[in-house]
């Protein structure tokens, strides 16, 4: 029982530890940063500006990011993909994947135009997609869009290439869409995001 009763003493400690850390860590260097600051404006021009600290420690800490991501994060990136890229198999895997995901949270967002799609005419049964492509030319299809399905409860769907006819643009949020299709329906419509 003890054993247990401190194992997840130390469990939770590790949970803890980095928050605690970062939060004693930014603590600390608001408190030398800011005593600083106040001692050299009090000698300098006679006056002090409470909390000029946070200000430093904020745009420092941004700094900081911003080297790391552009000197260490970037060229790891860049080297990993480059290895990924000429490896034979893993080669197709893995672009299809960060094509994928990028199409979700990319510069170049794919799944940002939902529309209802007419699949049967004699039925009137429609789909619930999104446009991922408008030039079709390349497939000669020069009255066609891509549309992506996607499937409910599942991390995948189906591309169709369907008639521009067979379409029409649907006026909630792409991200609402998308959640109501992955629940097969279950989620609903938010009211107050899809008026806005």
Excluded: C
Aim: glycine residues 8%.
């Amino acid at each position: 029982m003890l054993k247990r009763l401190f194992s997840y003493f130390l469990q939770g400690l590790l949970y803890i530890a980095p928050i605690g850390l970062t939060a004693y860590i930014i603590y600390w260097g608001f408190t030398v940063v800011d005593g600083f600051i106040q001692k050299m404006l009090q000698a300098m021009v006679h006056f002090s500006i409470p909390g000029l600290g946070i200000v430093v420690v904020f745009f420092f800490l941004a700094l900081l990011g911003f080297l790391g991501q552009s000197l260490i994060a970037s060229p790891i990136k860049k080297l990993f993909s480059r290895i990924m890229e000429r490896t034979p198999i893993i080669k197709v895997i893995y672009s299809a994947l960060r094509d994928l995901f990028s199409a979700f949270t990319g510069k170049e967002k794919k799944f940002n135009k939902p529309v209802l799609v007419k699949v049967n005419k004699t039925s009137e049964l429609e789909k619930i997609g999104f446009v991922t492509e408008t030039d079709l030319s390349r497939l000669q299809l020069t009255d066609k869009v891509a549309v992506y399905f996607p499937h409910a409860y599942a991390f995948s769907g189906e591309l169709f290439m369907v008639p521009v006819a067979n379409i029409s643009p649907i006026d909630i949020p792409a991200a609402e869409v998308m959640k109501f299709i992955v629940s097969g329906g279950v989620a609903g419509w938010d009211n107050k995001e899809v008026t806005d």
